[in-house]
C-alpha cells in the first residue's frame, strides 16, 4: 500500500517547523518505503534542508507557498486570509484528489476551519470531533472530542461514538471496541439531558456497537473503555490535566531520585524500568490527532512537537489512508442512520 499513498504536508506548521517536518518525514520514509510526499512552504527554506536527506527528497514533489498561517490568526480570519498558505494548499491537494490525506502541526482551529471547507463533512455527520489515542493501563483508548466542539447536544456524542468505534477498530486493531461516555457518575440517571439521551440511543441501537454505558474521569486511565465520548469542553480540560498530572509525575521523580546519592544510585540501578516506562508515555508517540467526521484523512500533530512526533503523526495518517477509515465510518454511520429514526431523541432515562 505504501507505493500508492501520497501524503500532503504543510511544511512550514509548528513551533519547530521547518527542520522538525523535514526531519520527521524521513523517519517515517524508513517505516513507510514508497511513500510519497508533496511538500508545501517556502521552497527557498525547504530545498537546502531536503538537500541533507537524499532518500526523502526522491520521495518529495515541493510546491512553494510564501503565505504561513500564524498560531495565532483566528480561524475565520484564516479561512479568508490564508487562501494561499502553506495550510491551504496542503488541504486542497487532499480535496482535489492529489494526495491521500494531510498532516499539519500548525494552528489547530484554522486548520479545522480550511479542512472543513475544503473537505466538507461525511454524510449525516454534522460536525467534525478530535479524536487522539490515549495510554492507558490496558494499552491504549479513543478520546473523543478533544476540543472542536464545546458545547454538543446528544445527536452529536451518538457521531462521535460511531466514528470513534471504527476509528479504534482500524487504529487499535479491536474487533469490538466498547464504548463509554463521559460523565459526572456512572449511574443511569447522573449527567445532562444531552449525554442521558446520548446513551439511551446508543443502547437502542441495532448497530454491533458495544455500549458499556458511562464512564467516570478514573476509567480513562484504567483503560475501563476504548472509545471515550465527550464533548470538546470536557475532552480538552481532561486531556489538558492528563498531560499535567504526566509532567508533574515526571518531574517529582526526577527531583526525588537526583535528591541524594542513594536515589542517584537507585536511579542508575532501576534505569532500564525507567526507560521503559518514559518510552511507554512519552507524548511523542501518541501525536497526531484525526479530524473525524470531515471527507478526507486530516491530522493535526502537536505544535510543540519534535520530528519523532511528527512521524508518529504521519504514521497514523498512512495508517488510516490504508486501513479506508473515511469509507468504514460512511459505511456504519449509514447504517445507524437507517434505523436511528425508530429511536426518539427523548427516550432516556428520567
Not at 478533544?146 to 460511531?162: K, P, R, T
Request: hydrophobic share 45%; proline share 4%; glycine share 10%.
Amino acid at each position: 500500500m505504501s507505493q500508492n499513498i501520497t501524503l500532503s504536508i504543510d511544511a512550514m506548521g509548528g513551533d519547530n517547523a521547518p527542520d522538525m517536518v523535514i526531519e520527521g518525514l524521513d523517519m517515517a520514509l524508513r517505516e513507510l518505503p514508497g511513500t510519497k510526499f508533496i511538500l508545501f512552504g517556502r521552497s527557498e527554506v525547504l530545498a537546502p534542508l531536503l538537500e541533507k536527506f537524499p532518500k526523502l527528497s526522491a520521495n518529495v514533489e515541493l510546491r512553494h507557498s510564501d503565505d504561513v498561517v500564524s498560531s495565532e490568526e483566528k480561524p475565520g480570519i484564516a479561512l479568508r486570509s490564508g487562501r494561499k498558505s502553506s495550510m491551504r494548499f496542503a488541504i486542497n491537494a487532499v480535496g482535489e484528489g492529489e494526495a491521500d490525506g494531510v498532516v499539519s502541526a500548525a494552528n489547530t482551529g484554522a486548520l479545522m476551519a480550511m479542512a472543513k471547507f475544503v473537505l466538507k463533512t461525511l454524510p449525516g455527520i454534522d460536525r467534525p470531533a478530535i479524536a487522539s489515542l490515549l495510554p492507558t493501563m490496558r494499552g491504549e483508548c479513543v478520546m473523543l472530542d478533544l476540543g472542536a466542539n464545546i458545547q454538543c447536544d446528544a445527536e452529536n456524542l451518538v457521531q462521535f461514538a460511531v466514528m470513534g468505534e471504527v476509528f479504534a477498530r482500524n487504529v487499535l486493531h479491536i474487533s469490538k471496541p466498547s464504548i463509554g461516555i463521559l460523565n459526572v457518575g456512572t449511574e443511569v440517571l447522573k449527567g445532562n439531558d444531552s449525554v442521558k439521551q446520548a446513551a439511551a440511543i446508543l443502547r437502542e441501537t441495532s448497530l454491533p456497537i458495544k455500549f458499556h454505558g458511562f464512564v467516570e474521569g478514573d476509567d480513562i486511565g484504567q483503560g475501563t473503555v476504548d472509545v471515550i465520548v465527550t464533548d470538546g469542553f470536557t475532552g480538552n480540560v481532561a486531556l489538558k490535566t492528563i498531560e499535567g498530572t504526566a509532567k508533574l509525575f515526571a518531574g517529582a521523580l526526577k527531583q526525588e531520585l537526583m535528591r541524594s546519592w542513594f536515589g542517584k544510585i537507585g536511579a542508575l540501578i532501576a534505569k532500564p524500568a525507567i526507560d521503559a516506562f518514559r518510552t511507554r508515555f512519552d507524548p511523542r508517540r501518541y501525536d497526531g490527532a484525526m479530524f473525524l467526521g470531515l471527507n478526507g484523512i486530516c491530522i493535526k500533530s502537536h505544535g510543540g512537537t519534535d520530528a519523532l512526533g511528527f512521524c508518529h503523526a504521519v504514521k497514523l495518517a498512512h495508517e488510516l489512508v490504508t486501513d479506508e477509515l473515511i469509507d468504514g465510518i460512511k459505511e456504519d454511520y449509514a447504517r445507524f442512520s437507517s434505523e436511528h429514526h425508530t429511536i426518539p431523541l427523548n427516550s432516556a432515562d428520567t
